[in-house]
């Protein structure tokens, strides 16, 4: 039987290029390269807290960022493996972290009441301070997020979206947490995870954009 030759499957198979196959060791070497760059940032521009190392810091301040990273870790991996969709792909740790990080504005409110929390709201003067630091060093997570979903084919936009801003704003405010000595549990359960849901906002509006395919 012989083939009819057609012109157009050879020029669109002339335009075959090969394509480097997605790994997930890449994604999460990239992803700790910007964290460790995070961390390093904040450590040139504003210190890292020595207290922390020396017994000066309480409990509560290592159960609060040991959360932040850890709901960035999972949240993370969880767009990591989003740009190469599988089946039995999950997101159950990042679920459940965010669930845990939850705790810890609950608990501010427990304790310190209404007007507890409304004064801290009103008067801790480094309070606005630390939102807007975590806000700003969650970029360099948020860029590599981007570029790493930008090069897979991620089905569900909006939720890769959304767990980019998660990962990014709790990086972020992981990295600032480490250079910040306020480990009252008003200061951090409000100011270092309000960054993490202004980020999970933002990034669930504007990334779709930018990763569309």
Same mark, same amino acid.
């Not at 306020?182 to 270092?192: F, K, P, V």
């Given at each position: 039987?012989?083939?009819?030759?057609?012109?157009?499957?050879?020029?669109?198979?002339?335009?075959?290029?090969?394509?480097?196959?997605?790994?997930?060791?890449?994604?999460?070497?990239?992803?700790?390269?910007?964290?460790?760059?995070?961390?390093?940032?904040?450590? @040139?521009?504003?210190?890292?807290?020595?207290?922390?190392? +020396?017994?000066?810091? +309480?409990?509560?301040?290592?159960?609060?960022?040991?959360?932040?990273?850890?709901?960035?870790?999972?949240?993370?991996?969880?767009?990591?493996?989003?740009?190469?969709?599988?089946?039995?792909?999950?997101?159950?740790?990042?679920?459940?972290?965010?669930?845990?990080?939850?705790?810890?504005?609950?608990?501010?409110?427990?304790?310190?009441?209404?007007?507890?929390?409304?004064?801290?709201?009103?008067?801790?003067?480094? =309070?606005?301070?630390?939102?807007?630091?975590?806000?700003?060093?969650?970029? @360099?997570?948020?860029?590599?997020?981007?570029?790493?979903?930008?090069?897979?084919?991620?089905?569900?936009?909006? +939720?890769?979206?959304?767990?980019?801003?998660?990962?990014?704003?709790?990086?972020?405010?992981?990295?600032?947490?480490?250079?910040?000595?306020?480990?009252?549990?008003?200061?951090? =359960?409000?100011?270092?995870?309000?960054?993490?849901? @202004?980020?999970?906002?933002?990034?669930?509006?504007?990334?779709?954009?930018?990763?569309?395919?």
């Amino acid at each position: 039987m012989n083939r009819v030759p057609n012109p157009l499957i050879d020029e669109l198979a002339g335009d075959l290029v090969p394509v480097r196959p997605i790994s997930l060791a890449r994604g999460v070497a990239l992803v700790a390269l910007a964290a460790i760059a995070t961390v390093v940032a904040v450590e @040139l521009f504003h210190g890292l807290w020595r207290g922390a190392f +020396s017994g000066q810091a +309480s409990g509560f301040f290592f159960i609060a960022n040991g959360m932040l990273g850890l709901l960035g870790a999972a949240s993370a991996l969880a767009v990591l493996r989003m740009a190469s969709p599988r089946v039995g792909n999950g997101h159950e740790g990042a679920r459940w972290s965010a669930a845990m990080l939850g705790l810890l504005p609950i608990s501010a409110l427990l304790v310190l009441g209404f007007d507890g929390l409304t004064s801290e709201l009103t008067h801790d003067v480094e =309070g606005f301070h630390c939102f807007l630091a975590g806000s700003g060093f969650s970029l @360099l997570t948020a860029g590599a997020l981007v570029l790493w979903l930008r090069s897979g084919a991620p089905v569900s936009i909006g +939720s890769a979206s959304l767990y980019t801003g998660i990962a990014s704003g709790a990086i972020g405010s992981f990295a600032y947490g480490m250079a910040c000595p306020i480990d009252t549990m008003g200061h951090l =359960g409000i100011w270092h995870v309000a960054p993490v849901a @202004l980020c999970a906002l933002v990034g669930k509006l504007v990334i779709p954009r930018l990763v569309r395919w």
